[in-house]
């Protein structure tokens, strides 16, 4: 289970973070750099600023690139296609993430409307002169929260208008999140902030130098400290170091794709990369862990979908990754769409390579991480021609054991397993997880928050809850566990689907994996391998690795980020070793 899905359902300790999908897209390039700013734009997204700059500079072949600068996305830099910027009009294509902007150009001014999903929204730019782009605010309140799995760097910028009205906007700096708009309100030295669109608040007391504000951030129940300092505008975050992440130029080719999946009616938009030679080569679509992923499975500008493409197309294996539904050029809905629904579009991309004259049907595999293993599992049981499964850190039992299992052991490698605490998590989980489980799938979920807020309140007293709010926590747990996702999730057992594939699988786990824990999903997962009866599998443990398969310390959600290296090199050789065995792909430098 990916460590996104598994943070909104631990509940109090770790229901902190955003987790809101950026409007453009994934897998930009990082600024800073050199080049000319054209055009400042600002889009209202609801609930959601974004600051763009249009960006021009110069290409290797001589030709101009151009780009979008989004701001309030990490400071990403888009490239853009058939841009028109001639006097009249302002006009450019993302087609990565299949947004249009066409805009009418007067004086210093280009009106227009953004396209993207179905949407549209007016996005105003004017001319980039010698002010600095954006225009700084008037305060900016920074502070680091410490949410357990990952400390948080908030940001709050304020401007305030002719009239003496202030306009806000929170960013989360480490998410690379922000532009989410908010109020402030002042009455005498107590400053009180809202933010509705991450259901935060934040009530502090400015000192008397006026220089920090020292208060407590609330957000799904859950209570915190956070110290607010008054200061300048932030530098754009620094890139972090990935060696590992491809860099050009590359010995194959890379292509833009789009997967057809007829049954749902929707398309899925995927980089296909292709070894030299003219084929029919073998393939490999690569799925993702759960909650919204890009195809590369960004996290932390780690990329290890990008990595293990790279390795296994070098090594003559075609691969295809693609954007989760609704994430970057994909459409869907994924806030709606249960691990089934998941994988019928793994088994669309599946069909599209074997579709593909360059591919050999008889020799494509599927490789899925997290809860991207239980889809490979069911892409193989439709498609029986599969070819063969790599299962990296699958679970072997249901989501609900997945989710106690965790709720203890994140706890523990972020040195904050005391007795108490770990039978407070473990109760609370129970309890949300039953009410949720025996209840029908069309209950509303307003019904049980009362329900849930009694017997938590029952089973830990209010002494217990730490001055929490109770009923806060519950609505919290009730309204994410209640997705039709989530019910999915806490009842399926992947080890069941796995016990009727009849391919060649490899199921690896990472030692210190703390959210995929092999001690308790390694025995089913081999009992279901040998119900399977096909002696060419193979199940192991790789020493000192994280659920990203990381080389680690503690395996701790919290060191994800820390960390440079994107995937250890046992995993990659393992896995491409593996492959090339049982797809039997030429021979080519790997």
Known sequence: ????????????????????????????????????????????????????????????????????????????????????????????????????????????????????????????????????????????????????????????????????????????????????????????????????????????????????????????????????????????????????????????????????NDTDGIHLTGTLTVPPGDGPFPAVVLVSGSGPQDRDETLFDHKPFAVLADRLTRAGIAVLRYDDRGVGGSAGDADNATTADLARDALAAARHLAADDRFDPARIGVVGHSEGAAIAAMVALERRETACIVLLAGAGVDGEQVLLSQGGLVLRAEGLATPERLERQRTMQSILMEAVKTSPPSADPASLIPIVANRLEAALGTDALDGQDIDQLAASGVIRLSSRWFRHFLVHDPAADLAKVGCPVLALFGSKDVQVDPDLNRPPVEKAIRAAGNPDSAVETLPGLNHLFQTCTTGAVSEYDAIEETLAPALLGRVTGWLRDRLDPPETAP
């Open 1 to 260: 289970m990916h460590w996104r899905r598994w943070i909104a359902a631990a509940g109090a300790w770790t229901g902190l973070l955003v987790g809101l999908l950026p409007a453009v897209a994934q897998d930009p390039a990082r600024g800073p750099e050199t080049a000319t700013p054209l055009w400042y734009g600002e889009m209202e997204a609801g609930e959601r600023q974004f600051r763009f700059v249009v960006e021009s500079s110069p290409a290797p072949d001589g030709a101009v690139l151009h780009r979008l600068r989004s701001i309030d996305e990490g400071d990403r830099r888009f490239d853009l296609a058939d841009v028109v910027d001639d006097g009249a009009r302002l006009a450019f294509e993302l087609k990565q993430s299949a947004a249009l902007y066409s805009g009418t150009i007067e004086g210093e001014k280009a009106t227009g409307i953004w396209k993207q999903r179905g949407a549209e929204l007016t996005l105003v730019f004017r001319r980039a002169g010698t002010d600095p782009l954006p225009p700084p605010p008037d305060e900016i309140w920074s502070g680091s929260l410490n949410a357990v799995v990952q400390k948080l760097k908030l940001r709050f910028r304020v401007t305030t208008g002719a009239g003496g009205e202030r306009r806000m906007w929170m960013d989360s700096v480490t998410q690379e999140v922000g532009g989410f708009r908010g109020t402030l309100t002042r009455d005498g030295a107590r400053t009180t902030i809202k933010v509705p669109a991450v259901r935060g608040e934040f009530t502090g007391d400015l000192s008397a130098d006026g220089a920090t504000l020292t208060g407590t951030w609330k957000q799904a129940g859950v209570s915190l400290p956070l110290v607010l300092t008054k200061g300048a505008a932030d530098a754009p975050p620094a890139t972090k170091r990935r060696p590992q992440t491809p860099q050009g130029p590359f010995p194959y080719t890379s292509e833009t794709v789009m997967v057809a």
